[in-house]
């Protein structure tokens, strides 16, 4: 007892030291794992941000999402290592909607710890199925995914109480068992639910202003932190980039409080590429926070990553990335192998 009081005093000694010396050490901030962050940002609890953080700026995470089937979830991330010869750094997965997808989420969340052990970012997302219908469901536009809510059933969801508020919370209740899996086993998920907020081919997406998809949003936030008190979730809040952008950034933000790390879904919406008018305003709007490409067709090249080097990750959508008129394999090859980009190899590893 007696050495880790005296231990105690002269670690105290030092930070007053230090802390006296003044102009030396511009970042007051304390370190994880001896890795400070940028001057200004404060450390997380979080090691993915803390990791975004430090590479913000310099370098961007190679990612790719992994689509159906739930039964094989590395499919579209062992198609980058065939083309590359190396792994992406973010493995991303989907609970998705179809009957053999929903009964196979556990092979899913397994993979999930299986690349978190590997040292891999995880992404977990949901495509939903609309909670005024049933599930499972289909993709269409009647009753699935892409169908609608009327104004009064939308207003019934955000309201506590109602049928579709409580059928809302039934399924987030299913979705939380697995989340909460990862959260016993030490897993962070970057979590990306009703993604594509200005989107209105979705059920939860396209609805401006105060009550409407951003409230959603902030409901199913607070029910899965608050009260199902899952605290392994980093919050990523998502638009896609339609010309738009510039309004739908205020119209459809849910809040500083309500999310951990802003990405844009790059799909050329506005028939223009990786602009810097994009790029500025998903950096200004994030206010510091990790900003992110969360899913691409055609993949930005090494020089618009040196350009814009403030994206952390880019995760390209399954399939579609390996179309030619996409991207050649030579492109791929090379964006895989830039010095600014990260793959699986050149990851730090989540126990140091």
């Known amino acids: 007892m007696r050495k880790q009081i005296i231990n105690g005093l002269m670690f105290l000694a030092i ?46 995470v190679a990612g790719m999402h992994n689509r159906e089937p739930n039964s094989d979830p590395t499919r579209w991330t062992e198609e980058v290592k065939t083309v590359t010869d190396k792994y992406p750094a973010l493995w991303s997965g989907d609970f998705l909607f179809q009957a053999d997808n929903i009964n196979n989420r556990q ?14 970012i995880i992404n977990i997302m949901w495509h939903a199925c609309n909670p005024a219908n049933s599930q499972p ?55 990306r639910p009703l993604h594509e907020m200005n989107q209105g081919k979705f059920w939860w997406g396209g609805r401006p202003g105060a009550n409407g998809t951003r409230k959603l949003y902030q409901l199913t936030h607070d029910y899965m932190t608050k009260t199902k008190g899952l605290s392994n979730l980093i919050w990523v809040w998502n638009i896609q980039d339609f010309g738009s952008l510039s309004s739908d950034v205020n119209t459809y933000n849910p809040g500083d409080n309500y999310f951990d790390v802003v ?51 880019f995760m390209g959508w399954s ?33 140091r």
Request: hydrophobic residues 35%.
């Open 137 to 191: 469901c289909g993709w269409d536009d009647g009753k699935g995914v892409m169908s609608s809510l009327s104004d009064e059933q939308f207003t019934q969801l955000i309201t506590d109480g109602t049928a579709i508020n409580t059928k809302w919370k039934q399924m987030m209740d299913e979705v939380c068992i697995y989340l909460q899996q990862l959260e016993d086993k030490g897993v962070e998920v970057l979590w």
């Open 15 to 60: 930070l007053i030291f230090t802390s006296c010396k003044g102009g030396e050490d511009i970042n007051p901030e304390p370190s994880i794992d001896g890795v400070k962050p940028p001057v200004g940002v404060s450390i997380s609890p979080f090691k993915t941000i803390n990791y975004l953080n430090e590479i913000s700026g310099n370098k961007t």
């Open 263 to 313: 990405s844009m879904d790059m799909y050329f919406s506005d028939g223009s590429g990786y602009t810097a008018a994009k790029y500025k305003t998903i950096l200004d709007i994030a206010k510091g926070k990790p900003i992110a490409i969360g899913e691409c067709e055609k993949y930005p090249t090494p020089q618009q990553l040196l350009e814009q080097p403030k994206w952390t990750f």
């Open 107 to 120: 092979i899913m969340i397994d993979q999930a710890v299986n690349q978190w052990k590997k040292g891999a």
């Open 319 to 351: 399939e579609l990335v390996f179309k030619e008129q996409s991207n050649t394999q030579a492109q791929i090859k090379a964006l895989h192998n830039a010095v600014n980009v990260v793959t699986l190899d050149e990851m730090p590893g989540w126990n």
